[in-house]
């Protein structure tokens, strides 16, 4: 698309006003910061919601996908997983809900997701992309039991031109039940990701759809953590439609599956204490989908490879 034509962050911006209009049912808290900014609780101090959960992955997507619950009665004990469905997948994952953005000041860290890294094109990505816009007002997301400081919210307002008060802050931890929603809901993001390390050619992916179960919360960060990742690394299953050669599009799903990564087979808070909560140590090619599904649409043909992990799924999550 044209660079703009997107309105990754128009978008965000109206989903953003529908949860603080909605505050009160979806259990968040709404407030101002030091600077003007605008701060959405959704699920650290308040105890936040599923379908606040599915707003912020909406949001993190600039609006280009749909994001529900859905039900999946032969996925035995977790019936209920979020699905992800994009016509634009690789705007929606990678110009906007991609992790990418290191947002971390004296002893506060967090990756920003959301359409803001489209203003601020900040991360080498972009290069690869070749997508910006403009905008009057942006959202970030960021999976946190803190609110940002000051010096973090000059750092947005610096790299994307805007004012802290245009800026909205929506942050919960993994422990919550927003968190642990909208992190499943990356089921399709992860997979665009594992794509382009592997030089399959973006701009043809057509059109993306993923699900993956959704675990029960946690307190414990760790558990939270590695019940998130292996919902999908386990149980995730992602489509692909896409154009060029029919060849390319069989290799890619050779190669997309979780279960082409060396650190596969063990769940994933085991493999992150293994590599002493190094998280880049541990084999990118692990955070991917479970099962994959790539059809090349200038054929018909459609290639499967990957399956669901049920053992795996019954030791993480429980």
């Known amino acids: 698309m044209k660079n703009g034509s997107a309105f990754l962050n128009d978008n965000a911006q109206n989903i953003a006003e529908t949860m603080v209009r909605d505050a009160e049912r979806l259990r968040i808290g709404v407030s101002t910061g030091p600077l003007g900014e605008r701060l959405i ?29 859905a039900v999946d009665r ?16 690789v705007l929606a994952c990678l110009a906007s809900q991609y ?8 002893d506060y860290f967090a990756m920003g997701s959301g359409p803001v890294r489209a203003l601020a094109q900040v991360e080498p990505l972009f290069s690869t992309l070749s997508y910006k816009e403009k905008a009057e007002a942006s959202v970030v997301i960021l999976e946190t ?26 942050y919960a931890p993994t422990q919550s ?45 760790l558990t939270a953590m590695g019940r998130t990742n292996d919902a999908i690394i386990y149980g995730g299953i992602v489509q692909l439609l896409v154009s060029g050669p029919a ?39 692990l955070f991917s989908p479970a099962e994959v599904i790539v059809t090349a649409l200038e054929t018909g043909e459609t290639f ?15």
Do not use: C
């Not at 973090?152 to 245009?166: C, F, R, S, Y």
């Open 41 to 69: 609780d959704a699920g650290a101090k308040a105890q936040g919601s599923v379908e606040a959960g599915l707003r912020m992955a909406e949001v993190a997507t600039g609006g280009l996908a749909s994001i529900s619950t």
């Open 74 to 89: 032969g996925s035995g004990k977790w019936p209920f997983n979020v699905e992800v469905r994009s016509s634009q997948p």
């Open 99 to 106: 992790a990418g953005w290191n947002l971390s000041s004296g």
């Open 145 to 170: 039991s803190k609110a940002p400081p000051p010096a973090i919210v000059e750092k947005v307002a610096k790299a994307t031109g805007l004012k802290p008060e245009n800026l909205t802050f929506i």
């Open 177 to 221: 039940m927003a968190a642990t929603v909208q992190i499943v809901g990356r089921v399709l993001e992860v997979a665009l990701h594992k794509a382009n390390d592997l030089k399959f050619p973006l701009d043809n992916i057509v059109e993306g759809i993923a699900a993956a179960p959704i675990p029960a919360p946690h307190p414990d960060f």
């Open 247 to 285: 060849k390319e599009a069989r290799e890619l799903a050779e190669k997309l599956p979780s279960s082409t990564s060396r650190d596969y087979g063990r769940p994933f808070a085991e493999i992150f204490k293994h590599f002493k909560g190094d998280f880049y140590a541990i084999d990118p090619l």
């Open 304 to 318: 499967r490879h990957g399956g669901r992990d049920v053992a795996m799924l019954e030791k993480s999550l429980g």
